[in-house]
């Protein structure tokens, strides 16, 4: 018999999320049917969405969340002992699933030579199908525009800011330290800065006078309403992909209106779930060319790596606290 560990609400949230609303519990898993697949984690992703998408759940609710699974034993002849899987299972260390009778989501993973399998979590991942979907496919960037995206040294903004990179625009980014702003000068961005001692609209007024032409926005709030009001070119374009300024706010931001400067400067504004915009047939192409860039070494990544299914709980809430570099995962 298997004992398997996993996190669950206790305390429902209200603000930043502390040990009291998260809880680690065991539980025994029963004896393989036919069909059944018994994943064991390998790595788990941690990712800021967690907060709002569980914002109203009650106490015993499953954490959710993506993980990289090895097939460790089966009674199904399509998942192999020892091949890996990205399971949409949550904070598990052990899951037994029937592929042909649930709807967890099981994609097998894809190896690319020279390349980490754990990126399947982040660059080659959902992360980094964010970041390329949601520049090319929404923004289309053209040579020469120029591209702001805030959060830049996350999980996203770093691969935002590279693929933008090599599409011949001028980049913009914001970080929090100085070690993440030393990292996004290493991968190439133009400018950066630290939102939390620079001043957005004298910065954005200087290094885009004629406006920022493509919007990349993880985080909502007050920098966009700036942004939104005060310097968008002409035709400009706003992809919405996260507002982790609000997820564990307890009260709304209350902006001004946008209404005046999207309608009069033609401002495209649009907000995506890239599980819900855009196909596995489009995944898969972001992927091929993305890989191609990390084994030429155009495009570049950081994994902020913790260790030890105990520690689940501390590399989520570092999401919060602007303590990690790229891409949050853990290691079991």
């Known amino acids: 018999m298997v004992k ?4 669950v609400i206790d305390k429902p949230f209200d603000g930043v999320p502390t040990d009291q609303n998260i809880k680690l519990v065991e539980e025994d898993l029963p004896a393989l049917q036919d069909g059944d697949v018994l994943f064991q984690a390998v790595y788990l992703s941690v990712d800021p969405y967690m907060r709002p998408y569980l914002k109203d759940a009650k106490s015993g609710t499953p954490m959710i969340g993506e993980q990289l699974s090895k097939v460790v034993e089966s009674k199904n002849k399509d998942y192999l002992v020892g091949s890996f899987y990205l399971v949409n299972s949550g904070w598990r260390t052990h899951t037994i699933l029937n592929p042909s009778k649930t709807d967890v989501r099981i994609k097998p993973t894809k190896e690319y030579p020279g390349v980490p399998i754990s990126l399947s979590l982040g660059t080659l991942g959902m992360p980094g199908a964010t970041a390329y979907l949601g520049l090319n496919e929404l923004l289309k960037p053209k040579a020469g525009d120029v591209v702001l995206v805030n959060a830049a040294a996350g999980a996203v903004g770093h691969v935002v800011g590279q693929v933008a990179k090599i599409a011949g625009c001028k980049v913009i980014g914001c970080a929090s330290s100085p070690e993440k702003i030393a990292w996004l000068k290493e991968l190439g961005f133009d400018v950066v800065f630290n939102y939390r001692t620079e001043n957005l609209s004298a910065l ?5 006078p004629n406006g920022v032409n493509c919007y990349f926005d993880n985080v909502g709030g007050e920098f966009t309403d700036t942004v939104i009001r005060k310097h968008m070119a002409q035709f400009g374009r706003v992809a919405i992909c996260g507002a982790i300024s609000g997820y564990n706010a307890t009260k709304p931001f209350m902006t001004e209106s946008w209404s005046f400067p999207i309608l009069f400067k033609c401002v495209t504004v649009q907000g995506f779930i890239v599980y819900a915009n855009f196909n596995d047939q489009q995944w898969a192409s972001a992927f091929e060319q993305m890989s ?15 260790n030890g299914f105990e520690n689940m709980r501390k590399a989520f809430y570092e999401l919060f606290s602007s303590d990690n570099i790229g891409k949050a995962i853990v290691k079991v």
Request: glycine share 4%; hydrophobic share 35%.
């Open 4 to 7: 398997a560990k996993k996190y």
């Open 204 to 208: 954005l007024s200087k290094e885009a």
């Open 292 to 306: 191609k860039w990390i084994i030429e070494g155009k495009l570049k990544y950081r994994e902020h790596v913790t």
